[in-house]
């Protein structure tokens, strides 16, 4: 088989997002019969139908969908190299676009990026974001690196591409919150051990953003019981009214106590290995900019202040 056009696999990425020859002709601004050939063209290469025809348009078969999966990736990256220019141009090589869930923002994000305005020239700017629409524009080239996490109960949730790459600085213990007047709190107090959740079975809770609900979940089927979610939210500062008033309690990271924890809520140690997150930053694969070797090195500086090293370190 001859070597693949690229230009090719993204027609045909095309065609599946618009669902019709017509469409993605308009989309793209070539005519619907250089779309034609192209497809004619790549389904010869290939030995093998790449679209089919429906009452709605066209549908890909799954060799199509194979190949369009791969133009996709191509049109990010050559969507990125467009955004990487334009940065260049309009700030130069030092300015870097981050995001970040709150919780780190507030702690050893801001912190380090304190630390970088006094000791660098690298321009930064900040947009708050959880870790699964973060991997979405970092794939599609709209960032140049994000502060994500790992919880340790659902390592697998977050599926991280090839075009990624991930470097972990060090892990966030998680934390129950209860109210201070209540029986956990009280017991914690008094023993100062870790809670088991297994006792917390009748309990209402309080749960986060997507990933988060996600652990408290997991956590929760750990220790053989269902939570009862009666709230959602991912503001941490809502998260401890809502404790502190008796409507439920909650799991969150250390890290969103510290700066910031209700006189009247306490935030316990869990009985359990897979209370924790591993805090890292992802970047783009071979991004080999200085300004992001510096960030890394910043993050590392301020991380043993916040986190705890690695166990598989």
């Known amino acids: 088989m001859q070597n693949l ?13 618009y669902g019709s020859l017509s469409a993605a002709a308009r989309a793209t ?20 139908m790449l679209v089919e025809r429906n009452a709605h348009g066209v549908s890909l078969t799954t060799p199509g ?21 334009e940065e260049y141009r309009l700030h130069g090589s030092s300015h870097l676009r981050i995001l970040a869930p709150p919780s780190i923002c507030s702690t050893l994000l801001a912190r380090t990026l304190v630390n970088l305005s006094q000791q660098t020239d690298i321009d930064v700017s900040l947009v708050q974001m959880e870790p699964p629409e973060a991997i979405r524009l970092m794939e599609r080239g709209q960032a140049d690196a ?3 996490f790992r919880y340790g109960s659902i390592p697998n949730f977050l599926h991280i591409g090839e075009d990624l790459r991930v470097e972990y600085f060090g892990e966030d213990p998680l934390r129950l919150l209860v109210p201070k007047s209540g029986e956990v709190a009280e017991r914690y107090e008094q023993d100062g051990m870790p809670v088991d959740l297994a006792l917390l079975h009748d309990e209402s809770w309080i749960a986060g953003c997507e990933t988060c609900q996600a652990n408290l979940v997991s956590i ?8 009862n979610i009666t709230h959602s939210t991912d503001d941490y500062v809502v998260t401890q009214n809502l404790v502190e008033m008796g409507l439920g309690i909650s799991i969150v990271p250390e890290l969103s106590t510290l700066s910031f924890l209700r006189d009247d809520v306490i ?4 009985k359990d290995a897979h209370a924790v997150r591993s805090v890292g930053m992802l970047t783009r694969a071979g991004d080999a900019r200085e300004s992001i070797a510096e960030l890394s090195d910043a993050i590392k500086k301020v991380a043993g202040r916040y986190l705890r090293p690695m ?3």
């Open 311 to 313: 166990q598989d370190a």
């Open 267 to 270: 935030a316990c140690p869990i």
């Open 220 to 227: 929760a089927h750990k220790a053989d019981f269902e939570p």
């Open 146 to 148: 994000a502060i994500i």
């Open 29 to 48: 601004g070539w005519s619907q019969a250089a779309i034609s050939q192209q497809l004619k063209r790549l389904e010869q290469q290939c030995g093998c």
């Open 65 to 85: 969908l194979t190949l369009a999966r791969h133009g996709e990736l191509i049109a990010n990256r050559v969507t990125q190299a467009e955004g990487d220019l």
């Open 5 to 17: 056009n690229p230009q090719m696999l993204v027609t045909l990425w095309n065609i599946e997002r």
